[in-house]
């Protein structure tokens, strides 16, 4: 099963932007989408993006269209969330997962791995 790290979290005012990565290690064998999900203070997880990791495609939020970019460098096992015009709604714990059963998937239940999460905070 295959490992992910996230980093790049931290305190931000709004409109301000943040760079989230994810570091997969363990091998990538039989990984088809990665994504970004979050979790607010006393909400349930929700997914923001996910991008097919073999032809890039992606799916996002309407929460995140327009503000957030999902990217990958599949020779360096990462992946990226470029967050910009960030709002005071988008604090939360962001999760990095994989999916090893679909390519564009955005149900919980339908990724396999998950990281710790890094903890993004956004100021007024």
């Known amino acids: 099963q295959v490992q992910l790290v996230e980093s790049g979290g931290g305190l931000v005012q709004a409109g301000g932007s943040l760079r989230l990565s994810c570091a997969l290690s363990g091998g990538t064998f039989g990984t088809l989408s990665t994504g970004w999900f979050r979790q607010a203070p006393g909400k349930e997880r929700e997914f923001v993006a996910v991008i097919s990791w073999s032809s890039g495609g992606t799916r996002y939020a309407d929460s995140v269209k327009g503000r957030f970019t999902i990217s990958r460098e599949k020779d360096k096992n990462m992946v990226y969330l470029e967050m910009k015009s960030l709002k005071t709604e988008d604090t939360a714990v962001y999760y990095c997962?994989?999916?090893?059963?679909?390519?564009?998937?955005?149900?919980?239940?339908?990724?396999?791995?998950w990281g710790q999460g890094t903890q993004v905070t956004i100021s007024s």
């Open positions: 997962a994989a999916s090893r059963r679909y390519y564009l998937s955005y149900a919980e239940t339908d990724f396999d791995s």
